[in-house]
T-cell receptor, first 112, second 111 residues
Framework: DADVTQTPRNRITKTGKRIMLECSQT?????MYWYRQDPGLGLRLIYY???????NKGEISDGYSVSRQAQAKFSLSLESAIPNQTALYFC???????????FGPGTRLLVL | GESVGLHLPTLSVQEGDNSIINCAYS??????FIWYKQESGKGPQFIID?????DKRQGQRVTVLLNKTVKHLSLQIAATQPGDSAVYFC??????????FGKGTSLLVTP
């Protein structure tokens, strides 16, 4: 969905490096989410935010941190990347009170 | 958390046939269900959703059926086209916001 954009689309980094993945949306949604997708697995929730002042851990938050800089921006950081964080990362948004989530195109991350 | 699973990891159908993708869930408190389509290199795309107070909902060429008695959800695609080839995910929610995803079914449409 072009209303949700993610940068970069692909990233290769080395073990121990700090990296940031960014998500922006023009849908005007209050809620934003970060998911991780591994081959053969469904999407797993890392963090979610209901508004700028609200940040919540998801199922697999260890090793990750987030920042909600504005209603439209939600970034995911890996403080010290490790190889098992190699995955596809998706940002999603939803309107307050709605359960339908709309996803960005994803970031493919490789940690060497 | 509660599990959301799919009966078949892959499904191959001929162009023009109808496709049925199944999903089982175990959380009796689930009240919202959604199907996504994910094409290679893209993010999941919303197809259709249904709330637990319904047992059927139709969209354009797609129908979702919900059987709460046996905790089963299915996605039917009519007159399957090559562009329907993708991975399909079901997800459920009981929290009002958090979606729990299944592992996905790969649909391959053959000429």
């Amino acid at each position: 969905d072009a209303d949700v954009t993610q940068t970069p689309r692909n990233r290769i980094t080395k073990t121990g490096k700090r990296i940031m993945l960014e998500c922006s949306q023009t849908k005007g949604h209050d809620r934003m989410y970060w998911y991780r997708q591994d081959p053969g697995l469904g999407l797993r929730l890392i963090y979610y935010s209901f508004d700028v002042k609200d940040i919540n851990k998801g199922e697999i938050s260890d090793g990750y941190s987030v920042s909600r800089q504005a209603q439209a921006k939600f970034s995911l950081s890996l403080e010290s990347a490790i190889p098992n964080q190699t995955a596809l990362y998706f940002c999603a948004t939803s309107d307050a009170g709605e359960q339908t989530q709309y996803f960005g195109p994803g970031t493919r991350l490789l940690v060497l | 958390g509660e599990s959301v699973g799919l009966h078949l990891p892959t499904l191959s159908v001929q162009e023009g046939d109808n496709s049925i993708i199944n999903c089982a869930y175990s959380n009796s408190a689930s009240d919202y269900f959604i199907w996504y389509k994910q094409e290679s290199g893209k993010g999941p795309q919303f197809i259709i959703d249904i709330r637990s107070n319904m047992d059927k909902r139709q969209g354009q060429r797609v129908t979702v059926l919900l059987n709460k008695t046996v905790k089963h959800l299915s996605l039917q695609i009519a007159a399957t086209q090559p562009g329907d080839s993708a991975v399909y995910f079901c997800a459920e929610s009981s929290s009002g916001y958090e979606l729990n995803f299944g592992k996905g079914t790969s649909l391959l449409v053959t000429p």
